[in-house]
């Protein structure tokens, strides 16, 4: 390699519109204490014989202009389909419950169902 100074390279990568990826902002992180892990009754078998069987639970977060977007899912394993959902700018436990309330508003409330959630 070459030793040249700073300015020089700042210069040539003007010159030639080329720019510097911005450092990626760090992901917001969950500082309180965990909660007790309950066992794993779904233990991988993602498949169901009829609807409001099995519905998993995620969320996830997306940054956006106005800070982070915290979204909240409930999917039917047998149609595959999201059947609640809920989003909001803070990560809490109720932005989790609203996406389950909407899941039994929308597909009533199953006789048998296993609710799992992957703990985060």
């Not at 991988?44 to 009829?50: D, L, Q, T, V, W």
């Not at 990560?91 to 199953?110: E, F, N, S």
Request: aromatic residues 8%.
């Amino acid at each position: 390699g070459l030793s040249c100074g700073l300015h020089r390279i700042e210069r040539l990568m003007r010159e030639n519109g080329l720019r510097v990826r911005p450092r990626r902002r760090g992901l917001p992180k969950d500082t309180r204490e965990r909660a007790a892990v309950s066992e794993n009754l779904l233990d991988r078998a993602f498949e169901a014989s009829a609807p409001n069987q099995k519905w998993i639970a995620d969320f996830t977060y997306i940054w956006t202009a106005e800070g982070w977007l915290y979204v909240a899912a409930v999917v039917d394993l047998f149609s595959r389909r999201v059947v609640g959902w809920a989003m909001k700018a803070e990560m809490t436990a109720q932005l989790v419950t609203d996406a389950l309330i909407m899941a039994i508003w929308r597909r009533g409330k199953p006789d048998s169902l296993l609710h799992h959630s992957d703990q985060g």
